[in-house]
Every structure is written in C-alpha cells, then in structure tokens.
C-alpha cells in the first residue's frame, strides 16, 4: 500500500518574502544616495561663480562679519551714506565711492589676516583723516588695533596695518590729543584695567603710558566739557543684568588723572532697564551741547545706536534726554553691508571746513548667525540620520534588537547586590525601556517588502523625505549666511542705476522686477521708462531702493537710450523687465564693467559675420568660439558715453532705422561702439541662471525667432553700411576670471 504523500506545512504555499539587504549594503547604498543628492543640490543653489580672491581673505566668524562706512553731513543730525554725496573714486573704478569704505578683506590685503572690523574712531589732523579700529586676528581669536588714512574726504583709505598689539583683546581705540601728544585708550578689560597709550611714532608705534583705573572697564571716553574732564565707561565686574547695564562716571582736571567718582555713578545700572548705558562711540558737541551716544543693547552686540542729549553734567549730577537721530535705514537685508545691525559711531567735524563726518560699523548678519546656520544644519542631518535607520528597520536590513547584557544585572561583589530602592528603581526603568524598544524594532522589522509595488511607494516617499532634510541640512551648513555680496575693485564698492522699459501690458513683470531687483546690493535707483498706457503709481511697486517713473512722449524704443540727467551714478544697467536673474549675477556684471568702462558688458552674446553679416545666436557663437555684439536688454553701461552716442548726429539714420522696424536698438548701439575703437568693445558675463518672464504671459515683444532674426540681419546690412563692420570676434575664455566661458 502506497503512503500518501506528506502535506505541505501550513503557510508552505504563500509566496517566501524575498531575503533583506545586508545592513552594510543598505547603508552604503542610502549614503551614496544622500551624498549625490547633496551635490546635485549644491550645484543648483549655491553660487557657481566663486568670489575672487580678495574677498575670499575675510574669514568672518561667530562674532559676525563687522565692517566700517563713512558717513557725510553738514550736521551730525543730517548725516546721509557717502555714495549719496557723488564722490568719485577713478583709481578705485568708483562712480560714486559707496559704502563699506573698510573691510576685512582690506586688512587681510594688506597682510594682518582678519576676521572683521569694527569700533572706529576718527582723527583728523589737517586734510588727513586716521580711522583706528578693531580687527580680530583669526589665529588668535583676539582683537588687535589697526589704523587706516584717508586724504579725499573718507572716501578711499589706505591701510596701516596694525599699530598696537597686546597678549590680551584690545578693542575701542579711543584716540585724543593732549598737551601736544596724541594717546590711545583702548578697551583692555581682558587685563582687568583700563590703560593709556602715547604715540611714540604716529600713527604707527605705541607705548603704555600708564594704567589710568585698576577695572575693567568696557567703551570708555575722555570728554573736554565745561572745564573739566569727564571719563565714561561700563564696568564689567558685576554680574548679570548689572555688567553690561551700567554707566559709570569720573571727573579730572587732565586726561592723565587722577580720576574721582562721579557722586551718582553709575548714573545708569540695571534697575533704569536702560538698553544704551554702554557708549556706543565718541561724545560730541553740537551747538554748545553735548551728546552722548548708546548703544540699543546693553548685552552682546547692539543692533543700532542711540543718542542722547546731557542737559545736566556736574561732579554731583547727572542727566541726559534721548533725542531724534535718524540714519538712513539699509532695507536690503543681509545684501546691505549694515543690514542686521551696527553698535558705533564716531562723529567729527572736519576742521577745514563746514562738513560732519561720521564712521559707523555694521554687520549683514545678526549675533550668532553662524553657529545657528550650523545648528539647524545639523539638526536636519541627524533626523535624516535617524530616518535611514528606521528605513533600514522597516526594509528588514537593520535588527533594533539590544543586547541583553545591556540591562541584565551585573554583579562582582555580594556588596554589589545591596543596593538602595532609588537604584533598583533606576535599573528596572531602564531594563523595562530596553525591552520597550526591542518590541517596538520587533513590531517594525520587516513591515515594508521593499520589492512590492505598494512597498516602494513607501519607500519613495520616505526617499522624499530624507532628500529634503539633506538638501535643508546642506543648505544651512553649506551655504553661506545667504547674503549675495558686492564685488571691490581696487578694494572699492560702487553703485550703478537699473534702467528698464515696459509698458502697460507688462505691469505684472515689473512689479516683480522691482521688488526683486531692488534688493541687489549695488542697485542705487531704479528707473522705469513708461512707453505706453496708464502709467503706476510708485505705491503699486514694492521696491527698497528709490523708483522714478520716466513716462516718454512717443512709443519707440530709442526711448531705452534718452539722454537722463537725472541719473545719479555713472554706470547703468539697461534690463528687460522680463528677465530674471540672481542678484549676484548682476554684481558680477557689474565688477566687469567697473574694470572695463568704455565697454558694454552683458550676458547674452552674440555673433554677426559672413560677408553680408548674419545676425546669429549665442549657440553658434560658441561654436565659432567668439562673439562681437552685446544685446543692451541685460547690459551694463557708462550712461553719459553711451547715450551721448547713441543721440549724436552720425546716428540719425540709425535711429530712423530702429522706428521703421521697431528693432535693432542695442544692434545700433554696438556699431556706434564698435566705430569709436579699434579694439573690442564688448564683455559677456554668464548668469549662473536667466529666466525670461514673458515665456508665462505671452506679451513678448519678438514671439517669432525666425522673423526677428532676419529684421536683425537687415539692420546689420544697413548699419555696416552706415557705420562700417563691428570690432573683430571676441573670443570666450579670454578674460581669465571665469565668468565668460
């Protein structure tokens, strides 16, 4: 008799679950993933075009990324930013000089490596202004005394280097004269005094003269007032509130001392709730008053000063007002040099003459901004870390089991087992936390069959998910304070106008255009050249720099080109309201342009050859190698030069040309540059993106490539007619900054 075969045992028949990665494998798998995820994001949002080398010798750290500006009035109370006084600078390639006038990057060129500036203080001894002021050394991590010169008003300093150097911080170089020496007080709290320095060789040697209070005393001045001397300063010494809350006075008949105690000092402590007791720079005296300046904060960094009005100083009282003083406020955030905060100001009149002039510190980012940026960063990083694990567990490729032994008595001694109820307790926590977490690595191994397709939808969107905690870590960690800096010249800041035409049809383009723009660092004025329709009103557009609507007669766009004298800088940005791109782009633009001025510097390239020309695109320019025309919809430009051809007599015709085919504008420019040298007269700079608007709202001005390209090439037969050929081809690659390949 034949046995019956055996059964299959129950559950046989169901599919087996496919093994699980090793937990290497998976591991090694996911990272690679994260970290290609990681670059790729990087590559997209960070800066592809590095800053050059001189601002790369400013190493900003936790204290912030301090630097210094000068200021001009023709009182302290109407103190306005040096660039809009209209100061050129042409060594410096400045058209006008704008703020900051002192960086980091300026000490570290000249060979004392810095983190930043801050604290000046002025003196001036005929037409020769000295700014002396902090640096911290960034091998040190200790403040160090520097000093720079100025011969033009503030404009342009050179750099001295560092002057005094201790083996502790130094910081707050209040400098005076007395008795026909110049001393220096600078902050020496480190050392627990307060200590008085004498020029032995201006402005570059000094010597301890003597130690003038036996404290600590931070932000301290020496003021000349109603025959007496008056010291000011915070004593650090206490604790809490009190240490950065209090103003302390002393009274002598010389700076030298001895100093006595003002009978109500601290005039100011922590019970005022006073946030400017601390001196926020050098008293002065205005119209027979004095004033004192504060800082907004009485801890840490201040965001802004304060100033007040002493209606009452004697040995035995003390009173002071505050009073209005408004400085022009930076709207731009961290693009604006001072766009967080500034704790320092320091104001002089300028002996030669009638004019005010003040040195303030500020900084684009607020306290502590880099060990936030890190902390979140890497907050992002360690969910996302603990999110691969517990993917790892849910595909079966990691076991949350812990070791037994981990909560398991352990015992040497028979003492060991005498242990009291609190120990007992701890342990059987414990134990029971660990056996929690087992069950629950229990419950969750192997839950998602990562080869179902219900599986690795899950598993795709927990992917999602771990992307975007990586690229949100790597972004804080990464890049940068968000700010999108200027670029020096020649160690000098400028600024330029942004000038656009538009149209009613396209007020949605330029409202965003202005908003967006106007956040640009060096953007000084925006200017809207209004060709047609009902014009907006300034409230429509949302703008942190001034706007002027210039609204023209005739709808043509030789409009672009109108001679303005109202434009304010030398350089000009003409821009298609239908452009977008990044404001470090257009910094870029602009430092070219600053280095080459007689030139029109733009980002989109063109090129016209054959022997009757042939307008091309940039695709087959780069194919040739080279380009020789500039389009002025996204172009920088010296205004006065341009203009001042482009309405010249010689292009009259050319101008007729442009409103019979309502084209051919920047085309006309090109040649009327091209015919005033014999050498290029045109720079491309590539964006790291452009964005044109007009693809989404279908009011382009040129919707048929073909059609335009061969009013194009008719305009080049004319023009060359006219004016002869364009400059020969100028080659990509060539300017060896990198930003034209």
């Known amino acids: 008799m034949l046995s019956s075969p055996p059964r299959p045992a129950a559950g046989a028949h169901r599919r087996r679950q496919p093994p699980a990665p090793s937990a290497s494998a998976y591991l090694a798998t996911t990272l690679t993933f994260l970290v290609l995820a990681a670059l790729a994001y990087?590559?997209?949002?960070?800066?592809?075009?590095?800053?050059?080398?001189?601002?790369?010798?400013c190493r900003p750290d936790a204290e912030g990324s301090w630097s210094a500006g000068v200021f001009l009035g023709d009182s302290p109370f109407s103190l306005k930013p040096?660039?809009?006084?209209?100061?050129?600078?042409?060594?410096?390639?400045?058209?006008?000089?704008?703020?900051?006038?002192?960086?980091?990057?300026?000490?570290?060129?000249?060979?004392?490596?810095?983190?930043?500036?801050?604290?000046?203080?002025?003196?001036?001894?005929?037409?020769?202004?000295?700014?002396?002021?902090?640096?911290?050394?960034?091998?040190?991590?200790?403040?160090?005394?520097?000093?720079?010169?100025?011969?033009?008003a503030g404009a342009t300093w050179q750099q001295l280097g560092v002057v005094l150097d201790e083996k502790w911080h130094l910081s707050y170089p209040y400098v005076f004269s007395y008795e026909n020496k110049t001393y220096m007080m600078p902050e020496s709290s480190k050392k627990g005094n307060?200590?008085?320095?004498?020029?032995?060789?201006?402005?570059?040697?000094?010597?301890?003269?003597?130690?003038?209070?036996?404290?600590?005393?931070?932000?301290?001045?020496?003021?000349?007032?109603?025959?007496?001397?008056?010291?000011?300063?915070?004593?650090?010494?206490?604790?809490?509130?009190?240490?950065?809350?209090?103003?302390c006075i002393w009274y002598s008949s010389s700076p030298l001392g001895p100093w006595n105690p003002h009978k109500q000092?601290?005039?100011?402590?922590?019970?005022?709730?006073?946030?400017?007791?601390?001196?926020?720079?050098?008293?002065?005296?205005?119209?027979?008053?004095?004033?004192?300046?504060?800082?907004?904060?009485?801890?840490?960094?201040?965001?802004?000063?304060?100033?007040?009005?002493?209606?009452?100083?004697?040995a035995n009282q003390y009173k002071e007002v505050v009073v209005p003083f408004v400085l022009e406020k930076p709207l731009k955030g961290r693009n604006a040099w001072n766009g967080a905060r500034s704790h320092h100001l320091d104001i002089q009149q300028h002996p030669l003459g009638q004019l005010w002039i003040g040195v303030m510190d500020g900084d684009r980012v607020p306290l502590g901004d880099s060990v936030h940026r890190l902390t979140v960063g890497y907050?992002?990083?360690?969910?996302?870390?603990?999110?691969?694990?517990?993917?790892?567990?849910?595909?079966?490729?990691?076991?949350?089991?812990l070791p037994l032994r981990w909560y398991l008595p352990h015992t040497e001694k028979r003492s060991d087992t005498l242990k009291t109820e609190k120990q007992v307790f701890l342990c059987h926590k414990f134990s029971s936390l660990i056996c929690n977490v087992n069950k629950l690595g229990s419950l969750i191994g192997?839950?998602?069959?990562?080869?179902?397709?219900?599986?690795?939808?899950?598993?795709?969107?927990i992917l999602l998910i771990l992307v975007v905690l990586t690229c949100f870590g790597t972004h804080y960690i990464f890049g940068g304070n968000g700010a999108e800096e200027p670029y020096p010249v020649k160690g000098r800041y400028s600024q330029f106008t942004l000038l656009t035409m538009t149209y009613d049809a396209r007020l949605w383009n330029l409202k965003m255009f202005v908003e967006h723009?106007?956040?640009?660092?060096?953007?000084?004025?925006?200017?809207?050249?209004?060709?047609?329709?009902?014009?907006?009103?300034?409230?429509?557009?949302?703008?942190?720099?001034?706007?002027?609507?210039?609204?023209?007669?005739?709808?043509?766009?030789?409009?672009?080109?109108?001679?303005?004298?109202?434009?304010?800088?030398?350089?000009?940005?003409?821009?298609?309201?239908?452009?977008?791109?990044?404001?470090?782009?257009?910094?870029r633009g602009f430092k070219v342009w600053r280095e080459h001025p007689d030139r029109i510097v733009g980002y989109y390239p063109r090129l016209a050859e054959g022997r009757l020309l042939e307008y091309c695109n940039e695709r087959y320019a780069r194919q040739q190698g080279g380009y020789n025309i500039i389009l002025t919809g996204a172009a920088f430009m010296d205004h006065e030069l341009a203009f001042k051809r482009y309405w010249s007599e010689e292009a009259?015709?050319?101008?007729?040309?442009?409103?019979?085919?309502?084209?051919?504008?920047?085309?006309?420019?090109?040649?009327?540059?091209?015919?005033?040298?014999?050498?290029?007269?045109?720079?491309?700079?590539?964006?790291?993106?452009?964005?044109?608007?007009?693809?989404?709202?279908?009011?382009?001005?040129?919707?048929?490539?073909?059609?335009?390209?061969?009013?194009?090439?008719?305009?080049?037969?004319?023009?060359?007619?006219?004016?002869?050929?364009?400059?020969?081809?100028?080659?990509?690659?060539?300017?060896?900054?990198?930003?034209?390949?």
């Not at 590559?43 to 601002?55: D, K, L, M, S």
């Not at 907050?379 to 089991?401: D, E, H, K, T």
């Not at 009103?537 to 709808?555: A, D």
């Not at 004319?718 to 930003?739: A, C, H, M, P, V």
């Open 42 to 57: 990087s590559r997209a949002a960070f800066p592809r075009f590095p800053h050059p080398p001189a601002t790369r010798l």
């Open 82 to 152: 040096i660039e809009h006084w209209g100061i050129s600078s042409g060594g410096g390639a400045a058209w006008p000089v704008a703020n900051p006038v002192l960086t980091c990057a300026d000490v570290a060129g000249a060979g004392f490596p810095s983190s930043f500036v801050a604290n000046p203080f002025l003196f001036i001894q005929g037409d020769a202004i000295y700014m002396f002021f902090e640096t911290k050394d960034p091998v040190t991590s200790q403040g160090d005394i520097a000093a720079a010169i100025s011969k033009d």
């Open 194 to 247: 307060l200590r008085l320095y004498y020029a032995v060789d201006f402005p570059l040697k000094w010597k301890s003269e003597k130690v003038l209070m036996e404290r600590p005393l931070v932000d301290s001045v020496i003021i000349n007032f109603q025959g007496s001397y008056w010291l000011l300063g915070s004593d650090i010494s206490s604790y809490g509130p009190k240490q950065r809350g209090e103003l």
């Open 265 to 314: 000092s601290p005039v100011h402590n922590n019970k005022d709730n006073r946030l400017s007791a601390r001196n926020g720079g050098r008293p002065f005296i205005y119209n027979g008053s004095l004033y004192r300046i504060g800082k907004d904060r009485g801890a840490g960094s201040g965001y802004n000063i304060q100033v007040f009005r002493v209606e009452v100083l004697t």
């Open 379 to 401: 907050m992002f990083y360690g969910v996302a870390s603990i999110s691969v694990l517990l993917l790892g567990a849910l595909i079966g490729a990691i076991m949350c089991i």
């Open 446 to 461: 192997g839950r998602i069959n990562y080869r179902a397709r219900k599986g690795r939808v899950y598993i795709a969107v």
């Open 517 to 587: 723009y106007s956040k640009c660092a060096s953007v000084r004025e925006i200017v809207v050249v209004w060709n047609k329709g009902r014009p907006p009103s300034l409230g429509e557009l949302k703008s942190m720099v001034p706007v002027r609507i210039r609204i023209e007669n005739k709808n043509t766009l030789n409009n672009r080109f109108n001679i303005d004298k109202e434009i304010k800088t030398k350089g000009v940005m003409e821009l298609d309201d239908d452009i977008m791109m990044t404001c470090d782009d257009l910094e």
């Open 652 to 741: 009259e015709l050319g101008r007729q040309v442009v409103d019979s085919f309502f084209n051919c504008e920047d085309v006309l420019l090109n040649f009327l540059f091209a015919n005033e040298s014999s050498t290029s007269t045109v720079e491309y700079v590539k964006p790291t993106w452009a964005i044109d608007m007009s693809k989404f709202s279908g009011v382009a001005i040129s919707r048929n490539t073909q059609a335009h390209y061969h009013i194009r090439s008719k305009c080049l037969a004319i023009f060359s007619g006219i004016y002869g050929n364009l400059t020969s081809k100028r080659f990509f690659n060539s300017r060896g900054d990198g930003w034209d390949v």
